[in-house]
Nanobody
Framework: QVQLVESGGGLVQAGGSLRLSCASS????????MGWFRQAPGKVREFVAA????????YYADSVKGRFTISRDNAKNTVFLQMNSLKPEDTAVYYC??????????????????WGQGTQVTVSS
């Protein structure tokens, strides 16, 4: 049974930083690309960042490029999202997800098959 457990969310002031973690279990972590998505109140879930199986390629939404960094530690079955220079508009529930086998990393939500429960990030102005 695949499980993804996010942690690291919380309340932070604008301009601050948070580091989200997502621990994976239940299948071989290193052969799957991973992604982060977020959903703000009243909005649809949107792509944030993705990373290839080895970590050599990363992809970002324009809204977070230059501020967020996705990384992974295959030895620890964990993917991270370092978020710097946070803005109130980054407030959302953040979800990690594992891409379907064979994906090299994608922003398409339909190409992710397992999702975590989400972690709340709130940025105050």
């Amino acid at each position: 049974q695949v499980q993804l457990v996010e942690s690291g969310g919380g309340l932070v002031q604008a301009g601050g930083s948070l580091r989200l973690s997502c621990a994976s279990s239940g299948r071989t972590f290193s052969i799957y690309a991973m992604g982060w998505f977020r959903q703000a109140p009243g909005k649809v879930r949107e792509f944030v960042a993705a990373i290839s199986r080895s970590g050599s390629r990363t992809y970002y939404a324009d809204s977070v490029k230059g501020r967020f960094t996705i990384s992974r530690d295959n030895a620890k079955n964990t993917v991270f999202l370092q978020m710097n220079s946070l803005k109130p508009e980054d407030t959302a529930v953040y979800y990690c997800a594992t891409a379907i086998l064979g994906s090299a990393g994608t922003l398409k939500e339909e190409e992710y098959d397992f999702w975590g429960q989400g972690t709340q990030v709130t940025v105050s102005s």
